[in-house]
């Protein structure tokens, strides 16, 4: 190459490279980061995007935006990226940006129509219950699980002779903020209940009182009430739980492909229950 032709070229990439400074340039300098006017016009967009009691204006984007960097380099300095607090919430963040990265695409696609909540409901209808609700630890000891469940039995065969005694008993027994109506529940769509406590009324006709049902909270002793009639659901909310059940499939397949091309040992004695003294 003659030093004609190298110095063509060393002029040409000066050139663009003063060209490319000049049409992104840095508008501040923060110990030696550089904040560009790209990144500087991209924030001053989305502040305009949000309603805020404070005036949006450039000189309070670009504070904001010195206050950022000068945050981040004060944390790198502490290590606090090596700190397990932060690392596990990176991690979080890492977690689902990775699924929504693999499955945005699969998602945006999740379609649902009338006739998917129609068929959703069908299996799923909302009840209005009222129950009497005795509380057990999240680990009780046997002992503890026992006493609430005699004393549910126990309320139970009292109801089965006298059910008008309903709201009564709930008044006087129940451990739930429900007490003083009665124990009524309101309506509620099954999302709302614990599985156990929906199984036990599914299907089942108005002023139906079931036996003591265990859920994660304690011993319920639940009434039906009514039914709600599908014209009187809020179908916005009935779509979003069916997108959810939709969502919710799509993820199980994408993990259940994951955990098939992994090793994986679960240690199942750690697991067991243990009933605390």
Same mark, same amino acid.
């Given at each position: 190459?003659?030093?004609?032709?190298?110095?063509?070229?060393?002029?040409?990439?000066?050139?663009?490279?003063?060209?490319?400074?000049?049409?992104?340039?840095?508008?501040?300098?923060?110990?030696?980061?550089?904040?560009?006017?790209?990144?500087?016009? /991209?924030?001053?967009?989305?502040?305009?995007? &949000?309603?805020?009691?404070?005036?949006?204006?450039?000189?309070?984007?670009?504070?904001?935006?010195?206050? /950022? =960097? $000068?945050?981040?380099? @004060?944390?790198?300095?502490?290590?606090?990226?090596?700190?397990?607090?932060?690392?596990?919430?990176?991690?979080?963040?890492?977690?689902?940006?990775?699924?929504?990265?693999?499955?945005?695409?699969? $998602?945006?696609?999740?379609? =649902?129509?009338?006739?998917?909540?129609?068929?959703?409901?069908?299996?799923?209808?909302?009840? @209005?219950?009222?129950?009497?609700?005795?509380?057990?630890?999240?680990? %009780?000891? /046997?002992?503890?699980?026992?006493?609430?469940?005699?004393?549910?039995? +126990?309320?139970?065969?009292?109801?089965?002779?006298?059910?008008?005694?309903?709201? +009564? $008993?709930?008044?006087?027994?129940?451990?739930?903020?429900?007490?003083?109506?009665?124990?009524?529940?309101? &309506?509620? %769509?099954?999302? @709302?209940?614990?599985?156990?406590? &929906?199984?036990?009324?599914?299907?089942?006709?108005?002023?139906?009182?079931?036996?003591?049902? @265990?859920?994660? &909270?304690?011993?319920? =002793? =639940?009434?039906?009430?009514?039914?709600?009639?599908?014209?009187?659901?809020?179908?916005? $909310?009935?779509?979003?739980?069916?997108?959810?059940?939709?969502?919710?499939?799509?993820?199980?397949?994408?993990?259940?492909?994951?955990?098939?091309?992994?090793?994986?040992?679960?240690?199942?004695?750690?697991?067991?229950?243990?009933?605390?003294?």
């Amino acid at each position: 190459m003659s030093r004609k032709v190298a110095a063509v070229i060393l002029t040409t990439l000066t050139i663009a490279g003063h060209t490319l400074a000049q049409s992104d340039p840095v508008v501040a300098t923060v110990n030696g980061v550089k904040i560009k006017k790209s990144e500087f016009d /991209k924030n001053y967009a989305q502040n305009l995007l &949000f309603v805020s009691d404070k005036v949006v204006t450039k000189d309070k984007v670009i504070n904001d935006m010195i206050n /950022k =960097v $000068l945050g981040i380099q @004060r944390a790198k300095k502490a290590k606090l990226d090596q700190d397990k607090v932060v690392k596990d919430k990176m991690e979080e963040v890492l977690y689902h940006a990775q699924i929504s990265k693999d499955l945005e695409p699969r $998602l945006s696609k999740i379609v =649902v129509t009338d006739e998917d909540v129609k068929n959703y409901y069908r299996t799923h209808p909302e009840y @209005r219950t009222a129950h009497i609700l005795l509380r057990v630890k999240a680990s %009780p000891s /046997k002992n503890q699980a026992m006493a609430a469940q005699a004393k549910a039995l +126990e309320i139970y065969n009292t109801l089965k002779k006298a059910p008008e005694k309903f709201g +009564e $008993l709930a008044n006087r027994y129940s451990q739930s903020s429900t007490a003083p109506g009665g124990g009524d529940m309101g &309506f509620q %769509p099954a999302i @709302r209940m614990a599985p156990e406590y &929906f199984k036990a009324i599914k299907g089942k006709p108005d002023n139906y009182i079931t036996s003591p049902v @265990r859920s994660q &909270f304690g011993y319920h =002793v =639940v009434k039906v009430l009514s039914k709600k009639d599908f014209s009187a659901i809020n179908s916005t $909310l009935y779509k979003k739980i069916v997108y959810d059940r939709k969502r919710d499939a799509i993820l199980k397949n994408y993990f259940n492909g994951l955990q098939k091309n992994a090793k994986i040992n679960i240690v199942k004695k750690y697991m067991q229950y243990e009933d605390p003294k």
